[in-house]
């Protein structure tokens, strides 16, 4: 190991991955090379077309997600986001005191505020009432 | 075993990343897909910024890779409100086709 | 690991905290207090403003930096306070009336509008890139929403999503030259990117150079200059026209007050290797913006939008001319600029008629007849944006051309005044359509007192600053000293 990694100390703590990688993918084309040349070939049209509990396909797959998806995931995104916030002030919480508990409630204090009307502009609301 | 990965493989990377997204978005038409290259440019600059973060031994490129963070995660969401809207009204998303007035 | 609190004194940003708050407030009623009207909310966001002002004002003269060195309370950054809620309250005069003919009145508009110029004083005040960055965005991202803000007109979004594109892409290059100029001084802080980066040689001067050149092309694409100025027009055209005028005079002073701190206060040392390509910016800007606007018949807010272009050449002309003279002419530019353009913007809100269909050049045919008021104070304003004595377009490109003079660049200077020459003819075209054609049937319309304000507002400001513009210089002057500590 020592001979192989020499002039290569740079790259030296990846080379363990570097032969995973190698071991994985050759595992990877050899089973499914064997498994091509052992097992039976016998395609009809029901084996051909994709699985959905038993039941045959209805319509395309690929079908347009419903528009809420996309709006709840922004919404989560961008609430998600500022959470990375948090995380040094509560690494530094008790060296702060007082005067970082009153900033970082402002803070989610206007977060709320996006909170609030995201939810009273009904951007929460599952299904749209009324 | 333990020889660091030197400064310059990152910063090499991030300018490699940069440019990537820069062609992408000067060669793709797709919207979404420019606004994918706008992330990878703006994830690029996090590489950067970390990488010299570490170099020059203080911690302000890291707090900065995480405004950046905030912002695009920002940047994202309104990128986005405007894609559908456009894609509402149009159909189409290729930058080609959105010309109503000449760019 | 030591930890100091940064020193905090938030009565040094009032300007701002009072325009968040009124901001925040605006959005909040206008969700939760059934029936409000639009007419209240700007009414509330004007009261805002002007306590921010008062604000402004009260701090004159003060001189900090603080939050660990984020944020500079000085002369400059209250100019540009000025400038900005000069250009917001002007705004949402205009705005009322287009948002209830174009049916668009949420009162998100006016929040987003205090958030900008929110981002815009953060910009100002900024003294790490940082600060400037957070501005930056804050003020990009409500604009990105106000262009698309007519939802329903394809013209509106098509708008936005350009000028988001392109701003998120200049954005990246802007932020790519953050990240070179803080690995070659291992600091985002402005003060020590001017001590280290002038002493820099080898490795560290490449990081500096192309950082310096990365925030210059982020910087060209916000100020709309060439070569990067081709989401203008579009932009200009789709956006609401309100947000047209606020979009080329507060957010491009926003992005100049920037530029002028990082150039002018942070990299002056490395001036040879900016200088050549700000001139070069410059020429081009004045020159293109030129022969683009003499061609536009189709859409009077693709000829602002053009001129507006050949306006930053002037600006970026007397940025190049660097000292207390030319950021001076800088800043007085850009206050007579916010005057004259956003009153040019109004009369087009006030002619404009439903939809905005048709803004050819056409249909300012005998607008005198109808409207002699309007068509007198658009006059005034396209003379002033022409440099016609005695306006403030005039006594502004006076002071920029001098400057440049002063500072050697006396080739740059005649390019200015012939383009300025050009710029005439395009201008008065307008002007002999309004008053030498035969008048087209104008839906017969009284603007509403918002309306009637802001263009009262716009020709004073225009013809003061014309007439008397010897303390306003006086203090672009003293805003700039104190940012050159000369």
Redesign the interface.
């Known amino acids: 190991m020592e001979v192989f990694l020499r002039g290569y ?5 990846y080379v363990p991955v570097f032969l995973f990688i190698v071991v994985a993918v050759t595992f990877g084309i050899v089973t499914l090379f064997i498994a091509k040349l052992v097992r039976p070939h016998r395609p009809y049209p029901e084996k051909l077309s994709p699985y959905e509990c038993g039941v045959p396909p209805l319509m395309e797959a690929r079908e347009r997600f419903f ?1 809420r998806f ?1 709006i709840i995931a ?2 989560f ?2 609430f ?3 959470a ?2 948090l995380y ?1 002030w509560a690494v ?1 919480y008790g ?2 005191g007082l ?1 970082g508990f009153i900033e970082m409630m402002i803070f989610i204090g ?1 977060l709320l ?1 996006g909170y ?2 995201a939810w ?2 009904g951007a929460l609301d599952w299904v749209k009432e009324g | 075993m333990s020889a660091e990965v030197p400064l310059s493989y990152y910063l090499i990377l991030g300018a490699l990343l940069f440019i990537i997204g820069a062609v992408g978005v000067l060669t793709r038409r797709h919207a979404l897909v420019i606004l994918m290259s706008i992330e990878l440019m703006l994830n690029a600059v996090n590489i950067t910024l970390v990488a010299f973060s570490r170099m020059q031994g203080n911690l302000t490129g890291q707090v900065f890779s995480l405004f950046i963070i905030a912002v695009a995660a920002a940047e994202a969401a309104v990128g986005l409100a405007i894609v559908i809207v456009l894609f509402n009204s149009r159909e189409t998303l290729n930058i080609d086709e959105i010309n109503l007035m000449k760019w | 690991m030591n930890f100091v609190l940064p020193e905090i004194d938030l009565g040094a940003i009032a300007p701002q905290l009072w325009l968040t708050a009124t901001a925040i407030l605006v959005l909040m009623v206008q969700a939760f207090v059934p029936l409000v009207t639009s007419r209240s909310l700007a009414l509330l966001s004007i009261i805002g403003s002007l306590l921010s002002l008062v604000a402004t004002l009260g701090l004159w003269g003060q001189e900090a930096v603080l939050f660990s060195g984020m944020i500079a309370l000085d002369t400059f950054s209250l100019f540009f306070n000025v400038v900005f809620l000069l250009g917001a309250i002007l705004t949402v005069l205009i705005s009322v009336e287009y948002l209830e003919r174009e049916q668009i009145a949420h009162g998100e508009y006016f929040a987003l509008v205090l958030f900008a110029t929110v981002g815009m004083m953060i910009m100002a005040a900024g003294v790490d890139l940082i600060a400037i960055f957070i501005g930056l965005e804050i003020l990009s991202l409500s604009l990105y929403v106000l262009a698309g803000f007519m939802r329903q007109v394809l013209r509106s979004n098509e708008s936005a999503m350009k000028y988001f594109l392109l701003g998120a892409f200049a954005t990246g290059f802007f932020l790519y030259g953050i990240a070179l100029l803080y690995g070659a001084t291992g600091s985002t802080n402005l003060d020590r990117i001017f001590l280290i980066a002038g002493e820099r040689g080898g490795w560290g001067n490449v990081l500096v150079m192309g950082g310096m050149g990365l925030l210059l092309v982020g910087f060209g694409f916000k100020v709309a200059s060439v070569p990067f100025h081709m989401w203008t027009p579009d932009v200009y055209e789709g956006a609401p026209t309100p947000i047209s005028a606020f979009m080329s005079t507060a957010a491009k002073a926003g992005a100049f007050a920037a530029f002028v701190r990082v150039f002018l206060y942070s990299l002056p040392g490395l001036a040879a290797s900016w200088a050549p390509l700000l001139a070069g910016m410059a020429v081009l800007s004045m020159v293109v913006g030129t022969l683009l606007a003499l061609v536009q018949r189709r859409n009077i807010k693709r000829l602002l939008a053009y001129s507006s272009i050949v306006h930053v050449g002037y600006l970026l002309l007397g940025l190049l001319s660097g000292g207390t003279e030319g950021g001076a002419s800088v800043l007085f530019y850009l206050l007579a600029y916010t005057f004259m353009q956003v009153g040019a913007f109004a009369v087009v809100v006030y002619l404009g008629g439903q939809g905005e269909d048709d803004l050819s050049l056409a249909r300012f045919s005998g607008v005198a007849v109808r409207h002699p008021v309007a068509a007198l104070a658009f006059s005034l304003f396209l003379l002033s944006l022409a440099g016609i004595p005695p306006t403030a377009g005039f006594v502004g490109k006076f002071y920029i051309f001098s400057a440049a003079i002063q500072a050697g660049h006396i080739g740059l200077a005649v390019v200015g005044v012939l383009t300025s020459v050009v710029s005439l003819y395009y201008y008065l075209g307008v002007i002999v359509f309004m008053y030498m054609r035969d008048p087209v049937d104008l839906p017969e319309r009284r603007p509403s007192a918002a309306l009637v304000t802001a263009l009262a507002l716009a020709v004073a400001g225009t013809v003061e600053m014309g007439l008397f513009p010897g303390s306003l210089l006086d203090l672009a002057q003293q805003s700039v000293a104190s940012l050159l500590g000369s």
Do not use: M, Q, T
């Open positions: 100390s740079a790259l030296g703590p528009i996309y922004i919404l995104v961008l998600d986001v500022e990375a916030f040094p530094l060296k702060l005067y206007i505020v609030f009307y009273r502009k």
